[in-house]
């Protein structure tokens, strides 16, 4: 089983739609959780990260994290086409500080 | 804004040559990383280094890999004989390695070997 599941999509979603992208793991150690985005060709660049199970809002964009259930999310709402990325899950152990990255949802927002 | 620069932004080579990927960390960021992409795959960690030494390694970083910081600033990794399966996406990233240590990614250096 690999530590952490991400559906690699594409998802393909209208202008102004509300995206969900998720992610599993299968590591309990896991306690920072992380959104990269990355364009084509480029390096992910941070979103968002979380600490503990719950929710954080960052304008457009909100993290969830249910540590219960190892799984989580990020929601785009008010969805633009300059979202069209790849969103990546990443996550450290309380005993390492690399980050192990999911594979990527690419996400494609149409006008 | 800060940023992580890697040079060069493209590179081919021909299997079995060496090749030096060069990476400018952000300035007061302590931890220096190389992952790699290949395309279509995710990203996998390869080394970080930390003090002047490799701090962390994956399986992937065989003896193949090696990586330097030669002066106060650069931080390399080299290849040597590259293979075919080599080419990919190479990323630096720098972090200050504390908190969730957050970590800055350049834009890459691809690799293609022929």
């Known amino acids: 089983q690999k530590e952490v599941e991400q559906d690699p999509g594409p998802l393909s979603v209208p202008e102004g739609a509300i995206v969900s992208l998720n992610c599993t793991y299968s590591?309990?150690?896991?306690?920072?959780f992380m959104w990269y985005r990355q364009y084509s060709r480029k390096g992910p660049e941070l979103l968002m990260y979380t600490y503990s199970s719950g929710n954080k809002e960052d304008g457009r964009f909100t993290a969830q994290v249910d540590k219960s259930s190892k799984y989580i999310s990020l929601f785009i709402r008010d969805s633009q086409p300059s979202d069209s990325a790849t969103y990546l899950c990443?996550?450290?152990?309380?005993?390492?500080?690399?980050?192990?990255f999911g594979r990527g949802t690419s996400l494609i927002v149409h006008p | 804004e800060p940023e992580v620069t890697q040079t060069p932004s493209h590179q081919v080579t021909q299997m079995g040559q060496e090749v030096i990927l060069r990476c400018v960390p952000i300035s007061n960021h302590l931890y220096f990383y190389w992952y790699r992409q290949i395309l279509g795959q995710k990203v996998e960690f390869l080394v970080s280094f930390y003090n002047n030494e490799i701090s962390e390694k994956s399986e992937i970083f065989d003896d193949q890999f090696s990586v330097e910081r030669p002066d106060g600033s650069n931080f390399t990794l080299k290849i040597r004989s590259t293979k075919l399966e080599d080419s990919a996406m190479y990323f630096c990233?720098?972090?200050?390695?504390?908190?969730?240590?957050?970590?800055?990614f350049g834009a890459g250096s691809r690799l293609t070997v022929l």
């Open positions: 590591n309990s150690a896991f306690q920072y």
């Open positions: 990233a720098s972090s200050q390695g504390t908190g969730a240590n957050v970590l800055t």
């Open positions: 990443a996550m450290i152990s309380g005993g390492s500080y690399i980050p192990t």
